[in-house]
């Protein structure tokens, strides 16, 4: 027996501390509140970084447009070597024999363009258009990102409440089950109340199930919107509350006229368009460029004897191109015309997204209103459902009925409270407010 216990202390009681200390402890919950989750999604959604890396491209594209105008350096060696036939006299006699020569050269040109009729600087204006439709582009990425942010944000704290209504209502029926539990036993309730109540127990089980699973899967859209690992536990700061809107709707059409970056997008588009034009239209004018080369070449290597010298200014015009310029600028002007097009169905569809929005926020705000006063009528029915049954004077349906009565107004109120909120995310994306 001592033999055993010393074992025991050696071995097995060592090995327990092992392995206990050696399981990694469980981390603690992410706390986040709304605004500290928009700024994880800043900075972690690819959505934002594939934003920059476009508005990267475009900065460099009005540097390469700008570069076209400005002057040029080229340099150029070439070797050579090649054979040919020579003649030479002998005793008044021609002979022709095979020779091999050197040659090498250096060339600096140097160039700038001095007229372009237009070309370039059409090229210029469309560069830096664009560059100012991907920092609008970013902007507005900005925006639905918390938008969808926001809804997530706000779905998690909706189905942590339906969660916790679910679990009072498979409470309550327990509660009610045990009472009827008891008085079938004193032979005062048949068996159908208790069967009934066992059913609608079960049923409120199911409930809770699919009340956790959304829950889950609320968190991890969530995660996955903020650049968090998918399984991380988060614990909201923040509740789902009523806050009132005051803004017209006017006010708020009118803030969406001026600040929806879609808008001057397109009203960017549209100016893009009409340089592209503008580049077209160069094709019918001349083009002028200035150019200077010094050049040196001999037949040793590296070919630096022998220097000579040209400045040249080279004028072009296309005098016939077989209707090439005229369709670039009918195609031009076509794509200006879709663009006006495409701008003003763009302003119809941000003014139905605000009507759109304001209208499901005001609606939501009444629901908020009835749906409060019918979860207060909700609870006490069930408080007089349960005393009339215990006096023996209500009937067990009216209990089961009052329970899924109550839940069933929590969860509209829950509801109105998330479609309030999420209204307003979508109406602030629908009128352009600045992220900050």
Not at 31 to 51: F, G, H
Not at 162 to 175: G, I, M, Q
Not at 229 to 240: A, H, R
Not at 256 to 263: K, T, V
Request: charged residues 20%; proline residues 2%; glycine residues 4%.
């Amino acid at each position: 027996m001592k033999q055993y216990k010393k074992w025991l202390a050696k071995g097995v009681v060592p090995a327990i501390l092992v392995l206990t200390l050696s399981q990694p402890a469980l981390a603690a919950p992410v706390e986040l509140s709304l605004d500290e989750s928009i700024a994880l999604a800043l900075k972690n959604n690819a959505s934002m970084k594939t934003a920059l890396t476009s508005r990267d491209s475009a900065f460099w594209a009005v540097k390469q447009a700008k570069a076209g105008k400005g002057f040029t350096l080229d340099y150029n060696h070439t070797s050579t070597r090649y054979n040919g036939y020579s003649t030479y006299e002998l005793l008044f006699n021609r002979r022709y024999q095979y020779v091999y020569t050197n040659d090498f050269e250096n060339t600096f040109t140097l160039s700038v363009p001095l007229y372009s009729g237009g070309n370039l600087e059409g090229q210029i204006d469309q560069a830096k258009l664009n560059l100012q439709v991907s920092d609008l582009d970013l902007e507005a990425t900005k925006q639905q990102l918390k938008q969808t942010v926001t809804t997530d944000y706000y779905s998690v704290l909706q189905y942590r409440n339906n969660l916790a209504v679910s679990k009072e209502s498979v409470d309550n029926y327990n509660s009610h089950l045990k009472i009827v539990n008891l008085q079938y036993s004193a032979g005062t309730v048949a068996k159908t109340d208790v069967l009934s109540s066992q059913v609608s127990l079960a049923n409120a089980q199911a409930t809770l199930i699919k009340a956790q699973n959304n829950y889950d899967l609320a968190m991890a859209t969530l995660n996955n919107a903020t650049g968090l690992p998918l399984d991380t536990e988060l614990k909201l700061k923040e509740e789902l509350k009523y806050e009132k809107y005051s803004a017209s709707l006017a006010d708020c059409t009118k803030y969406a006229l001026e600040n929806r970056p879609e808008m001057a997008q397109y009203r960017a588009k549209v100016d893009s368009a009409k340089a592209g034009i503008k580049v077209a239209e160069s094709g019918k004018k001349p083009s002028v460029n200035l150019s200077a080369s010094e050049n040196w070449n001999d037949s040793h290597f590296a070919g630096t004897e022998n220097n000579n010298w040209a400045v040249a200014l080279t004028a072009s015009w296309s005098i016939f191109d077989s209707g090439l310029v005229k369709s670039k600028v009918n195609q031009a002007k076509s794509s200006l015309e879709t663009a006006k097009v495409n701008a003003d169905q763009k302003r119809d569809t941000i003014l139905l997204e605000v009507r759109q929005y304001y209208l499901s926020l005001r609606e939501a705000e009444k629901r908020i209103e009835t749906t409060q006063v019918a979860v207060n009528q909700a609870a006490e029915n069930l408080k007089i459902s349960e005393v009339r049954y215990n006096a023996g004077v209500g009937t067990n349906l009216d209990v089961l009925d009052a329970v899924l009565a109550l839940n069933t107004a929590k969860t509209n109120y829950i509801q109105a409270l998330y479609d309030y909120n999420t209204s307003k995310a979508s109406l602030n994306k629908a009128m352009g407010v600045t992220v900050k």
